[in-house]
């Protein structure tokens, strides 16, 4: 029980928030993001509370809907609020003001008030405790900026399980990756169902940012990618049952997304999403389908063109099939919804949605009945959106829709109606998409005027018995019952009521339409039309009188009928015009109805019109004329003045006009109306009067006018509208009354006849205003009236029809009427926003704007903007000593500022248009409306730098106008420039302030009184804005104002004797200002334009002067002044220095001057001028360090002219200046310094020869300070100087003399010391020469007054220096070394004698000695020799830098190659026992020493010192001897050092031997085993036995190296080496070690016996029984080693060499015996041995295996287990080497 309790304790415990541990308290309350845990945890909720609400209030500030919380999360009660004391439904209370708080603050947390309102959150809520989840949503989109980190660092240890793949950046602090967010979202749902929710949750609260959205749309797609990727498999079944889990966790995401209209942002995310799952998913019609439906169902005037792109992917991956009910409806109200998709085409494939569009559409019309979509399909079909496929199956779907028409759907029949009309459009359609329509009918085996008759057969009339069958095809319809149908129809016709007199009389009876498609339905049958057309109703025999009968006809073929049904009204005309009592009747009216004909389409149509005007003109004849006029009295009913043509007046018409034409009219439908336009215009061959082209236009206006048929009027308008006037009467005078007849009906009502007539309303439109001309008063007041009428407002086609008309006329109208016309339409365009409002601004925009129209808008702009609070800003001139913006005045309401601020800004985008530099006229009027907008700012609280900028354009394209044309000119006295000051300081527009600079820059050239009285000011504000650019246009802005302006206020300041530097100091202030703020690689021509245009002679000094003073002479100030001057001439550049020590004189006057007005006054205690001097000085030895002012000096001094003389001229005073700048500063240190380097500098400038001459000039000063600093200078010169310039060798060889002298006469020790670098560096590169010269130096500098001088310093300048000259001289400094060798060498003893050694000087010794040994070794004697190699032991052993022992080694290695042999020997013989003294480190090197003369003597030299070579040979093998001694006094030697000299001179032996013969060398070694034998004393054993184990150690070396080219030399140590073994002493360690050696030596000697040395029974009978009784040792203790590691391998090696049956039988035997040995150990070693041999000899050893079976056996049974083991291997190598078992034999 207590277990079970102590469990729950732990987990509630481990769950819970509240601790009352201390320091847990202070670390959760140390929780910070603003502030460090240490200052946190110090802080109380108070403080908190108090620093945060003020982030809070500001909050409240930019969003009132922050207010809300102000009584719950930010109250004062919420200080005292404890989340671990509140009870569960008070914490989930409070959770949702948190989350509501977070999302509102989500789109501000860049800014610091909302990190301070999210931190009271934090240390008062603890959110990122309760609400951690929320938190971190909240602040994921801003997972790159700092503040997330740290959120990151106070977030608790257990995350939510969505989140925790934030842990290892939580531990790391490092930015979160978009690429861990996305591989999160893409492998855990419920992270991107938990964004996705908090991004829907913000868009549904209103409180969406963009930022959010991009984040969510950028991770759900990347997301939605991956896991499509993810769930992609081999199996369409795994991949579809994928597809359809990822579609059911995203859809309902997408789905609430796509709805939500007020968050476009978030739709097109959406959009992408679902294109993606489209593109990727394979998802079926029905998903693509729902997306699709959801997608339009939620669309706005801002997505849907963004949704149509979304809607066409969708369609390409969907089947091709009509689209649903839902999207149709939704694509129908769509504006222009073809040539939208059109444009989408041509990014995106359109065309599978515009087929499923079209083909719902086609399928609504069958089955409902809807006409609306067919101008749709049509605009489909016709843009080239379709495949050809897909027009051929729509095409048909159209063929086959009037046969699923119904009577049901279509009771009256307009429907099929209708839809005939369309095919015939469509059939007569242009270009690719009109051919693929044609082609898709033709397929379908149709002819369309078949087809017309067919609807027309198939549409029973109203006046039909109404209860008759439905409508069937033609294929399946008796011929009985139609035959029947039509005498009940005759029947029905019969008893119709009175028709009325004329078909065009205005409001003829609906009885017509009735006749029309009765005639339609018999026009296929001539029987049936013959009969019709006897028709009582039509009254046919009244036909002359009455107009009935052929103003009903004329009506057909003016109307929307089939071809055939035209074709027929035209015959029926015909056949009755030729009949007898119409010959006495003028039927000239009827001509505009047969010119309406003539341009029909159909070439049917137009044959028969020509016939009939044939027959018409065969009544007119120069001789006979009809007698009455047909249609007079009742054809229009009664119209107004209807002007009737003459019968002479139609003769000509018809015979002059129609019948020459009328040929090419059947052929080309456009030709009648060409020739009736020429006509009328007199252009024809037979001239017509011009009485009678007037008489007949005002019949066929006439004609217009009266007409009820709208394709008659369009069609002869088309004609008339290209006639301006004949005799003084314009078509204006005659066709206005046609235009206000059009305007004046309601939309619907001409929407409605225009559709009865199947005109295009547009072209009607467009034809109706195309009536008025230009200037023709009434005309244009008709169309401004209609503009401005409210009804016409109503129609937008005829509104876009009116202005096209007016922009038309434009150029033609004279100026009253266009300045009228400008004035109306201007205020049209202020209107609200309205489509007469967007014409009248397109209008303006679109025409020429004349100056006077220009000057008269913008003076009624003018007068907006002036109030009486806001006076000119130039109307008086006025003080700029108040920048600052007056407070806005609210003396306007807000919405007539705005107005204002539109009117502006349409006006002076009229002005900006219409070129400005071709009015320059308006410029007072702009710079009026510029102050204007200055104080209007301030009204509407915005900058208004779009409105400036318009007019600042303006202004500086109308002033070169005013520099070219002297007769324009502008007042300076009104204050054009304060204007554009005032602009320039008050606005923030980089492109405001650009374009006004701009301004200025033109006025200054143009005319500089206008803005030089305000160039000051400006510059002042240029430094705090433009500047500080970095684009490329405002670099070009900032040099062309500099270029512009400055030059003509510099001739300003000449001109009224102005101090120009003072003057300046303002604007020099402005660009030192900016400095900082200019972009890098601008700075340099910034300032060269600046300096240049101010002349650098004058002001170059003060810009650097300006510039050091206030950033310091740092690497940047010093590089880019640096570059300043090296882009400019020497003069200037000397001149400028000369100056800029002149200023630095001034600043340290008591009273400074010109220094006050640069950089200010230092007479403030935190200004002190010496600093402010120092910083100048600092500046000035980088400038004369200038390697490009050097060479063009020297370039300039070399030549004799004035251009020389003026340089050495400004050289000369600079000296001057310098030197005397010194002086005044010798008492202040850093000062005086900064002169010392700036003078070092100053004298490099010159040549060498010119520079010798002012440094023996300076030599004779008494400052030895400033004449070391001069031979310094000196000697960083002759560095530089070229050894090959013979001017420069001769000039500095002539000068060693003098610097000898300094040498010997001055008692400074760093004034000698610079002299004898100074010679050092001259005979390095020129002694050679002159060695007389450098001869007489070297014996100067070896001499007392140098070298023997006790300053270390230059003792070591004088051996670096004898060096150089030992290099140099070579012989010639002989006679000079007696001196300088015993002092260097006396150095160096004392050196390494002392407690601390000098290691320049060490260095410096052993550089002087290298230096003789490459070049006079021969001056190295023995006795030098054997000084220098004592003390380089003690070098060696004094445990010196790296440096030190490779200068000392390099030192020996020459000696050793370059110096006599016999000399270096001796004196490595001599050396050796004090080498030994000093240890190791000598011994080696020693022996390095003697291992390179090895290898450079030859072997002549070898052999002639082979005994001294022997000698120091033999000390070396004695060295382990002479260690272990008891006189020995050197540090003691470790067995690793002593091996590794014993190596050494192993390796030097073997050096010797390989250079000396057999001869020469066998009595040497001969005498090397004697002296180890005889060499000691007797009782001197251990040293005996030490020199005999470093001599076999040798001997080793030795066999194994020669191998058996010296097996002969093992006769001279077989009887010692027998000895040895014998007689040792195995309890002795040496006397072990060399026995070890002895065998190991024996062994390498047998190894390589090539000669049967050891195979001779005396050599193999001595050595084989004393190695082989060394097996007994191996049954002592601790010895198994030994013999396992030396005897074992040397008896194997002898075995192999003695390749003798005898002598392997007997070391076989031999063995065999010590096999029985009571000692476990010797049997053991022996069986190994035997090993060892079989796998060795093989079955040449085993040929003794029958006596060895014997010891086998007796082995197998041994007492020793080890021994039994051994012998079982032993056994097992026999039989792999025999091939068989041993088994039988052992048995």
């Given at each position: 029980?207590?277990?079970?309790?102590?469990?729950?304790?732990?987990?509630?415990?481990?769950?819970?928030?509240?601790?009352?541990?201390?320091?847990?308290?202070?670390?959760?309350?140390?929780?910070?993001?603003?502030?460090?845990?240490?200052?946190?945890?110090?802080?109380?909720?108070?403080?908190?509370?108090?620093?945060?609400?003020?982030?809070?209030?500001?909050?409240?500030?930019?969003?009132?809907?922050?207010?809300?919380?102000?009584?719950?999360?930010?109250?004062?009660?919420?200080?005292?609020?404890?989340?671990?004391?509140?009870?569960?439904?008070?914490?989930?209370?409070?959770?949702?003001?948190?989350?509501?708080?977070?999302?509102?603050?989500?789109?501000?947390?860049?800014?610091?008030?909302?990190?301070?309102?999210?931190?009271?959150?934090?240390?008062?809520?603890?959110?990122?405790?309760?609400?951690?989840?929320?938190?971190?949503?909240?602040?994921?989109?801003?997972?790159?900026?700092?503040?997330?980190?740290?959120?990151?660092?106070?977030?608790?240890?257990?995350?939510?399980?969505?989140?925790?793949?934030?842990?290892?950046?939580?531990?790391?602090?490092?930015?979160?990756?978009?690429?861990?967010?996305?591989?999160?979202?893409?492998?855990?749902?419920?992270?991107?169902s938990g964004l996705s929710q908090y991004t829907l949750e913000s868009c549904r609260t209103k409180q969406e940012y963009p930022a959010l959205i991009s984040f969510w749309a950028g991770i759900t797609a990347e997301?939605?990618?991956?896991?499509?990727?993810?769930?992609?498999?081999?199996?369409?079944a795994i991949q579809t049952q994928n597809n359809l889990a990822l579609l059911q966790e995203i859809g309902p995401i997408l789905s609430d997304a796509m709805v939500m209209k007020d968050v476009p942002g978030l739709?097109?995310?959406?959009?992408?999403?679902?294109?993606?799952?489209?593109?990727?998913?394979?998802?079926?019609?029905?998903?693509?389908?729902?997306?699709?439906?959801?997608?339009?169902?939620?669309?706005?005037?801002?997505?849907?063109?963004?949704?149509?792109?979304?809607?066409?992917?969708?369609?390409?991956?969907?089947?091709?099939?009509?689209?649903?009910?839902?999207?149709?409806?939704?694509?129908?109200?769509?504006?222009?919804?073809?040539?939208?998709?059109?444009?989408?085409?041509?990014?995106?494939?359109?065309?599978?949605?515009?087929?499923?569009?079209?083909?719902?559409?086609?399928?609504?019309?069958?089955?409902?009945?809807?006409?609306?979509?067919?101008?749709?399909?049509?605009?489909?079909?016709?843009?080239?959106?379709?495949?050809?496929?897909?027009?051929?199956?729509?095409?048909?779907?159209?063929?086959?829709?009037?046969?699923?028409?119904?009577?049901?759907?279509?009771?009256?029949?307009?429907?099929?109606?209708?839809?005939?009309?369309?095919?015939?459009?469509?059939?007569?359609?242009?270009?690719?998409?009109?051919?693929?329509?044609?082609?898709?009918?033709?397929?379908?085996?149709?002819?369309?005027?078949?087809?017309?008759?067919?609807?027309?057969?198939?549409?029973?009339?109203?006046?039909?018995?109404?209860?008759?069958?439905?409508?069937?095809?033609?294929?399946?319809?008796?011929?009985?019952?139609?035959?029947?149908?039509?005498?009940?129809?005759?029947?029905?016709?019969?008893?119709?009521?009175?028709?009325?007199?004329?078909?065009?009389?205005?409001?003829?009876?609906?009885?017509?339409?009735?006749?029309?498609?009765?005639?339609?339905?018999?026009?296929?049958?001539?029987?049936?039309?013959?009969?019709?057309?006897?028709?009582?109703?039509?009254?046919?025999?009244?036909?002359?009188?009455?107009?009935?009968?052929?103003?009903?006809?004329?009506?057909?073929?003016?109307?929307?009928?089939?071809?055939?049904?035209?074709?027929?009204?035209?015959?029926?005309?015909?056949?009755?015009?030729?009949?007898?009592?119409?010959?006495?009747?003028?039927?000239?009216?009827?001509?505009?109805?047969?010119?309406?004909?003539?341009?029909?389409?159909?070439?049917?149509?137009?044959?028969?019109?020509?016939?009939?005007?044939?027959?018409?003109?065969?009544?007119?004849?120069?001789?006979?004329?009809?007698?009455?006029?047909?249609?007079?009295?009742?054809?229009?009913?009664?119209?107004?003045?209807?002007?009737?043509?003459?019968?002479?007046?139609?003769?000509?018409?018809?015979?002059?006009?129609?019948?020459?034409?009328?040929?090419?009219?059947?052929?080309?439908?456009?030709?009648?109306?060409?020739?009736?336009?020429?006509?009328?215009?007199?252009?024809?061959?037979?001239?017509?009067?011009?009485?009678?082209?007037?008489?007949?236009?005002?019949?066929?206006?006439?004609?217009?006018?009266?007409?009820?048929?709208?394709?008659?009027?369009?069609?002869?308008?088309?004609?008339?509208?290209?006639?301006?006037?004949?005799?003084?009467?314009?078509?204006?005078?005659?066709?206005?009354?046609?235009?206000?007849?059009?305007?004046?009906?309601?939309?619907?009502?001409?929407?409605?006849?225009?559709?009865?007539?199947?005109?295009?309303?547009?072209?009607?439109?467009?034809?109706?205003?195309?009536?008025?001309?230009?200037?023709?008063?009434?005309?244009?007041?008709?169309?401004?009236?209609?503009?401005?009428?409210?009804?016409?407002?109503?129609?937008?086609?005829?509104?876009?029809?009116?202005?096209?008309?007016?922009?038309?006329?434009?150029?033609?109208?004279?100026?009253?009427?266009?300045?009228?016309?400008?004035?109306?339409?201007?205020?049209?365009?202020?209107?609200?926003?309205?489509?007469?409002?967007?014409?009248?601004?397109?209008?303006?925009?679109?025409?020429?704007?004349?100056?006077?129209?220009?000057?008269?808008?913008?003076?009624?702009?003018?007068?907006?903007?002036?109030?009486?609070?806001?006076?000119?800003?130039?109307?008086?001139?006025?003080?700029?000593?108040?920048?600052?913006?007056?407070?806005?005045?609210?003396?306007?309401?807000?919405?007539?500022?705005?107005?204002?601020?539109?009117?502006?800004?349409?006006?002076?985008?009229?002005?900006?248009?219409?070129?400005?530099?071709?009015?320059?006229?308006?410029?007072?009027?702009?710079?009026?409306?510029?102050?204007?907008?200055?104080?209007?700012?301030?009204?509407?609280?915005?900058?208004?730098?779009?409105?400036?900028?318009?007019?600042?354009?303006?202004?500086?394209?109308?002033?070169?106008?005013?520099?070219?044309?002297?007769?324009?000119?502008?007042?300076?006295?009104?204050?054009?420039?304060?204007?554009?000051?005032?602009?320039?300081?008050?606005?923030?527009?980089?492109?405001?302030?650009?374009?006004?600079?701009?301004?200025?820059?033109?006025?200054?050239?143009?005319?500089?009184?206008?803005?030089?009285?305000?160039?000051?000011?400006?510059?002042?504000?240029?430094?705090?804005?433009?500047?500080?650019?970095?684009?490329?246009?405002?670099?070009?802005?900032?040099?062309?104002?500099?270029?512009?302006?400055?030059?003509?206020?510099?001739?300003?300041?000449?001109?009224?004797?102005?101090?120009?530097?003072?003057?300046?100091?303002?604007?020099?202030?402005?660009?030192?200002?900016?400095?900082?703020?200019?972009?890098?690689?601008?700075?340099?021509?910034?300032?060269?334009?600046?300096?240049?245009?101010?002349?650098?002679?004058?002001?170059?000094?003060?810009?650097?002067?300006?510039?050091?003073?206030?950033?310091?002479?740092?690497?940047?100030?010093?590089?880019?002044?640096?570059?300043?001057?090296?882009?400019?001439?020497?003069?200037?550049?000397?001149?400028?220095?000369?100056?800029?020590?002149?200023?630095?004189?001034?600043?340290?006057?008591?009273?400074?001057?010109?220094?006050?007005?640069?950089?200010?006054?230092?007479?403030?205690?935190?200004?002190?001028?010496?600093?402010?001097?120092?910083?100048?000085?600092?500046?000035?030895?980088?400038?004369?360090?200038?390697?490009?002012?050097?060479?063009?000096?020297?370039?300039?001094?070399?030549?004799?002219?004035?251009?020389?003389?003026?340089?050495?001229?400004?050289?000369?005073?600079?000296?001057?200046?310098?030197?005397?700048?010194?002086?005044?500063?010798?008492?202040?240190?850093?000062?005086?310094?900064?002169?010392?380097?700036?003078?070092?500098?100053?004298?490099?400038?010159?040549?060498?020869?010119?520079?010798?001459?002012?440094?023996?000039?300076?030599?004779?000063?008494?400052?030895?300070?400033?004449?070391?600093?001069?031979?310094?200078?000196?000697?960083?010169?002759?560095?530089?100087?070229?050894?090959?310039?013979?001017?420069?060798?001769?000039?500095?060889?002539?000068?060693?003399?003098?610097?000898?002298?300094?040498?010997?006469?001055?008692?400074?020790?760093?004034?000698?010391?610079?002299?004898?670098?100074?010679?050092?560096?001259?005979?390095?590169?020129?002694?050679?020469?002159?060695?007389?010269?450098?001869?007489?130096?070297?014996?100067?500098?070896?001499?007392?007054?140098?070298?023997?001088?006790?300053?270390?310093?230059?003792?070591?300048?004088?051996?670096?220096?004898?060096?150089?000259?030992?290099?140099?001289?070579?012989?010639?400094?002989?006679?000079?070394?007696?001196?300088?060798?015993?002092?260097?060498?006396?150095?160096?003893?004392?050196?390494?004698?002392?407690?601390?050694?000098?290691?320049?000087?060490?260095?410096?010794?052993?550089?002087?000695?290298?230096?003789?040994?490459?070049?006079?070794?021969?001056?190295?004697?023995?006795?030098?020799?054997?000084?220098?190699?004592?003390?380089?032991?003690?070098?060696?052993?004094?445990?010196?830098?790296?440096?030190?022992?490779?200068?000392?080694?390099?030192?020996?290695?020459?000696?050793?190659?370059?110096?006599?042999?016999?000399?270096?020997?001796?004196?490595?013989?001599?050396?050796?026992?004090?080498?030994?003294?000093?240890?190791?480190?000598?011994?080696?090197?020693?022996?390095?020493?003697?291992?390179?003369?090895?290898?450079?003597?030859?072997?002549?030299?070898?052999?002639?010192?082979?005994?001294?070579?022997?000698?120091?040979?033999?000390?070396?093998?004695?060295?382990?001897?002479?260690?272990?001694?008891?006189?020995?006094?050197?540090?003691?030697?470790?067995?690793?050092?002593?091996?590794?000299?014993?190596?050494?001179?192993?390796?030097?032996?073997?050096?010797?031997?390989?250079?000396?013969?057999?001869?020469?060398?066998?009595?040497?070694?001969?005498?090397?085993?004697?002296?180890?034998?005889?060499?000691?004393?007797?009782?001197?054993?251990?040293?005996?036995?030490?020199?005999?184990?470093?001599?076999?150690?040798?001997?080793?070396?030795?066999?194994?190296?020669?191998?058996?080219?010296?097996?002969?030399?093992?006769?001279?140590?077989?009887?010692?080496?027998?000895?040895?073994?014998?007689?040792?002493?195995?309890?002795?360690?040496?006397?072990?070690?060399?026995?070890?050696?002895?065998?190991?030596?024996?062994?390498?000697?047998?190894?390589?016996?090539?000669?049967?040395?050891?195979?001779?029974?005396?050599?193999?009978?001595?050595?084989?029984?004393?190695?082989?009784?060394?097996?007994?040792?191996?049954?002592?203790?601790?010895?198994?080693?030994?013999?396992?590691?030396?005897?074992?391998?040397?008896?194997?090696?002898?075995?192999?060499?003695?390749?003798?049956?005898?002598?392997?039988?007997?070391?076989?035997?031999?063995?065999?015996?010590?096999?029985?040995?009571?000692?476990?150990?010797?049997?053991?070693?022996?069986?190994?041995?035997?090993?060892?041999?079989?796998?060795?000899?093989?079955?040449?050893?085993?040929?003794?295996?029958?006596?060895?079976?014997?010891?086998?056996?007796?082995?197998?049974?041994?007492?020793?287990?080890?021994?039994?083991?051994?012998?079982?291997?032993?056994?097992?190598?026999?039989?792999?080497?025999?091939?068989?078992?041993?088994?039988?034999?052992?048995?």
């Open positions: 029980m207590a277990s079970s309790l102590a469990t729950q304790l732990a987990e509630i415990a481990a769950n819970s928030r509240s601790t009352l541990n201390t320091k847990a308290l202070k670390a959760a309350h140390s929780k910070s993001l603003i502030f460090e845990p240490r200052i946190a945890a110090s802080q109380t909720f108070a403080e908190i509370y108090s620093l945060c609400r003020d982030g809070f209030e500001e909050l409240c500030h930019l969003d009132p809907r922050f207010a809300y919380f102000n009584n719950s999360l930010w109250s004062e009660q919420s200080q005292e609020q404890d989340r671990t004391q509140m009870s569960k439904d008070e914490n989930a209370a409070l959770d949702k003001h948190i989350d509501a708080f977070l999302h509102l603050c989500g789109s501000r947390l860049r800014l610091m008030p909302a990190i301070k309102a999210v931190e009271w959150l934090i240390r008062r809520f603890r959110i990122h405790e309760f609400n951690t989840a929320i938190l971190i949503t909240t602040f994921l989109p801003y997972h790159t900026i700092p503040v997330f980190m740290t959120l990151l660092s106070i977030l608790p240890s257990q995350l939510p399980v969505e989140y925790r793949f934030l842990n290892p950046y939580i531990k790391s602090l490092t930015a979160l990756p978009r690429a861990a967010i996305v591989t999160q979202a893409t492998n855990r749902p419920s992270f991107l997301a939605v990618n991956g896991m499509l990727d993810k769930g992609r498999s081999g199996r369409r739709r097109i995310a959406s959009y992408m999403i679902v294109t993606i799952l489209a593109s990727k998913g394979n998802l079926g019609d029905a998903a693509l389908s729902s997306f699709m439906d959801q997608l339009v169902l939620g669309w706005t005037a801002d997505t849907h063109k963004t949704g149509l792109v979304c809607l066409c992917i969708l369609s390409q991956f969907r089947s091709a099939k009509q689209l649903s009910a839902r999207v149709t409806k939704a694509l129908l109200k769509v504006h222009e919804i073809a040539a939208t998709l059109s444009e989408i085409n041509k990014d995106y494939r359109a065309d599978r949605l515009a087929n499923g569009l079209a083909l719902a559409l086609v399928d609504r019309l069958s089955k409902k009945g809807d006409i609306r979509g067919l101008p749709v399909v049509k605009s489909l079909l016709v843009s080239e959106l379709l495949q050809k496929k897909q027009i051929k199956v729509l095409c048909g779907m159209l063929l086959v829709a009037p046969f699923r028409v119904n009577d049901e759907v279509d009771p009256d029949g307009q429907i099929r109606k209708e839809l005939g009309s369309w095919l015939v459009s469509l059939s007569q359609a242009d270009g690719n998409a009109g051919d693929s329509i044609r082609a898709a009918i033709k397929d379908a085996g149709v002819d369309i005027d078949e087809l017309e008759l067919k609807l027309g057969t198939s549409i029973r009339p109203t006046l039909a018995i109404e209860d008759a069958p439905d409508a069937m095809d033609e294929d399946s319809m008796p011929v009985v019952a139609e035959e029947r149908t039509i005498s009940v129809d005759f029947e029905k016709l019969s008893l119709l009521p009175e028709p009325p007199s004329s078909c065009l009389a205005q409001g003829s009876s609906s009885l017509l339409n009735d006749l029309s498609e009765f005639f339609i339905s018999v026009a296929g049958n001539e029987e049936n039309l013959k009969q019709f057309d006897e028709a009582p109703i039509l009254s046919r025999p009244l036909a002359p009188t009455k107009s009935f009968y052929l103003s009903f006809y004329m009506r057909l073929w003016c109307g929307p009928v089939p071809t055939l049904a035209k074709v027929a009204a035209l015959e029926r005309v015909k056949l009755r015009l030729k009949e007898d009592d119409c010959a006495d009747y003028d039927f000239h009216a009827i001509i505009p109805y047969c010119i309406t004909a003539l341009s029909d389409p159909s070439k049917k149509v137009r044959r028969a019109a020509g016939d009939l005007v044939t027959v018409i003109g065969q009544s007119f004849t120069k001789s006979s004329h009809p007698g009455q006029t047909w249609g007079t009295k009742d054809l229009y009913g009664k119209p107004d003045e209807f002007h009737w043509l003459s019968p002479e007046d139609v003769r000509k018409f018809i015979h002059s006009v129609l019948l020459p034409s009328l040929e090419e009219s059947v052929l080309h439908e456009d030709h009648v109306l060409t020739a009736l336009t020429s006509a009328l215009e007199g252009e024809t061959e037979k001239k017509i009067s011009s009485s009678v082209r007037l008489s007949i236009f005002k019949f066929l206006s006439s004609t217009v006018i009266a007409t009820p048929l709208l394709l008659t009027k369009l069609r002869l308008l088309k004609s008339l509208n290209s006639v301006r006037k004949i005799s003084g009467t314009s078509r204006t005078d005659l066709l206005l009354p046609l235009l206000r007849w059009w305007a004046s009906l309601a939309e619907s009502d001409a929407q409605l006849v225009a559709a009865q007539q199947s005109v295009d309303e547009a072209a009607l439109d467009k034809a109706c205003v195309d009536v008025v001309i230009a200037n023709n008063q009434a005309g244009h007041r008709l169309l401004v009236g209609l503009a401005k009428d409210a009804k016409t407002a109503t129609r937008p086609g005829l509104i876009r029809a009116i202005f096209s008309r007016i922009a038309k006329i434009w150029p033609s109208m004279k100026s009253e009427p266009q300045l009228s016309t400008a004035q109306e339409m201007l205020l049209l365009a202020q209107t609200p926003l309205s489509p007469v409002s967007v014409e009248a601004a397109e209008l303006l925009r679109g025409v020429d704007l004349s100056t006077k129209i220009l000057a008269e808008l913008l003076e009624s702009l003018e007068n907006e903007l002036k109030m009486p609070t806001a006076p000119s800003p130039y109307a008086k001139r006025r003080r700029l000593s108040a920048p600052e913006e007056k407070p806005a005045l609210n003396l306007q309401p807000s919405a007539e500022a705005k107005a204002t601020v539109n009117k502006a800004t349409f006006i002076l985008e009229l002005v900006q248009s219409s070129n400005p530099a071709q009015h320059p006229e308006l410029l007072p009027n702009l710079f009026e409306v510029l102050s204007g907008l200055i104080h209007l700012r301030s009204l509407v609280g915005s900058e208004l730098g779009y409105l400036q900028d318009l007019v600042l354009s303006s202004l500086s394209a109308m002033i070169p106008a005013y520099k070219n044309n002297k007769n324009l000119s502008i007042d300076a006295s009104v204050g054009y420039g304060d204007v554009l000051a005032l602009c320039i300081q008050r606005s923030s527009s980089p492109h405001v302030i650009n374009a006004a600079l701009l301004l200025v820059a033109s006025l200054a050239t143009t005319a500089p009184e206008v803005v030089l009285h305000s160039v000051m000011p400006i510059f002042t504000f240029m430094s705090s804005s433009v500047l500080k650019q970095a684009d490329d246009y405002s670099a070009i802005v900032v040099h062309k104002t500099i270029k512009e302006v400055i030059p003509p206020l510099i001739e300003t300041f000449r001109k009224n004797k102005r101090n120009l530097v003072a003057s300046t100091a303002d604007l020099l202030t402005s660009f030192v200002t900016a400095f900082e703020h200019i972009p890098a690689h601008r700075k340099h021509e910034l300032f060269m334009s600046l300096i240049e245009k101010l002349g650098p002679d004058d002001f170059l000094f003060a810009v650097i002067g300006m510039l050091v003073d206030r950033y310091g002479p740092t690497d940047n100030i010093t590089e880019f002044t640096t570059q300043i001057m090296a882009s400019l001439s020497v003069e200037t550049q000397l001149q400028t220095l000369i100056k800029s020590l002149d200023l630095t004189n001034d600043i340290l006057k008591p009273k400074p001057t010109i220094s006050n007005t640069l950089l200010g006054k230092h007479d403030k205690a935190d200004q002190d001028p010496q600093k402010i001097a120092l910083k100048q000085l600092t500046l000035l030895p980088n400038l004369l360090a200038n390697r490009r002012l050097k060479q063009e000096i020297v370039k300039l001094t070399e030549n004799d002219d004035m251009e020389s003389a003026k340089v050495l001229e400004l050289y000369a005073q600079l000296l001057e200046h310098l030197l005397t700048l010194g002086s005044a500063v010798k008492a202040k240190k850093a000062l005086y310094s900064r002169v010392g380097d700036a003078l070092a500098n100053l004298l490099n400038l010159l040549s060498i020869s010119s520079f010798i001459k002012i440094v023996e000039t300076l030599l004779e000063r008494k400052d030895v300070a400033l004449r070391q600093k001069v031979l310094r200078a000196l000697e960083l010169r002759v560095d530089k100087e070229s050894n090959t310039d013979p001017k420069s060798r001769a000039a500095l060889l002539a000068f060693l003399p003098q610097l000898t002298a300094v040498i010997r006469e001055s008692n400074d020790m760093g004034y000698k010391h610079t002299a004898v670098t100074c010679v050092d560096k001259i005979a390095e590169k020129y002694g050679k020469k002159d060695l007389e010269t450098v001869a007489a130096a070297a014996a100067t500098i070896a001499g007392d007054h140098c070298l023997g001088q006790p300053t270390q310093s230059l003792r070591v300048m004088a051996l670096l220096c004898l060096a150089s000259l030992v290099d140099v001289l070579q012989d010639a400094i002989v006679p000079v070394l007696p001196a300088a060798i015993p002092k260097a060498l006396g150095y160096l003893e004392e050196m390494v004698a002392g407690g601390s050694p000098d290691l320049a000087l060490h260095n410096a010794v052993y550089t002087f000695m290298t230096a003789l040994a490459q070049h006079i070794p021969y001056m190295i004697s023995g006795a030098y020799l054997d000084r220098l190699l004592t003390c380089s032991s003690a070098s060696a052993a004094a445990g010196l830098d790296s440096e030190a022992n490779q200068n000392r080694v390099d030192c020996l290695k020459f000696l050793a190659t370059l110096v006599d042999s016999k000399v270096l020997f001796t004196a490595l013989n001599n050396n050796w026992s004090k080498a030994v003294g000093y240890g190791y480190p000598a011994l080696a090197e020693n022996l390095r020493i003697l291992g390179v003369a090895l290898d450079k003597h030859t072997k002549s030299t070898v052999s002639k010192n082979a005994t001294i070579l022997a000698e120091i040979l033999l000390n070396g093998l004695d060295v382990r001897r002479v260690v272990a001694s008891a006189d020995y006094k050197g540090p003691q030697q470790d067995e690793t050092q002593l091996e590794a000299l014993e190596s050494a001179v192993n390796e030097n032996a073997l050096k010797m031997i390989y250079k000396l013969n057999d001869a020469s060398f066998r009595p040497l070694f001969n005498q090397m085993i004697e002296w180890s034998v005889s060499g000691l004393p007797i009782q001197d054993k251990k040293g005996r036995t030490l020199r005999m184990l470093s001599l076999y150690g040798f001997l080793h070396t030795f066999f194994d190296n020669l191998k058996s080219i010296v097996t002969g030399y093992a006769s001279y140590i077989t009887d010692n080496a027998v000895k040895i073994v014998r007689e040792a002493n195995l309890k002795d360690d040496n006397e072990r070690e060399l026995w070890s050696r002895v065998l190991e030596t024996l062994g390498s000697c047998f190894e390589f016996d090539k000669d049967d040395f050891w195979q001779a029974p005396t050599h193999f009978g001595t050595v084989m029984p004393l190695l082989v009784d060394q097996f007994l040792h191996a049954g002592k203790e601790g010895f198994a080693a030994e013999v396992t590691e030396s005897l074992i391998p040397a008896v194997v090696e002898l075995a192999t060499v003695a390749d003798s049956t005898e002598h392997h039988k007997d070391l076989n035997t031999r063995l065999l015996k010590l096999m029985r040995s009571e000692e476990a150990g010797v049997r053991l070693a022996v069986v190994k041995c035997q090993q060892e041999l079989t796998d060795r000899l093989g079955a040449e050893w085993l040929r003794n295996l029958v006596e060895m079976v014997i010891a086998i056996r007796e082995l197998q049974d041994d007492d020793d287990e080890i021994v039994e083991r051994e012998n079982q291997r032993w056994i097992v190598a026999i039989e792999k080497t025999l091939g068989e078992s041993l088994d039988t034999m052992l048995q």
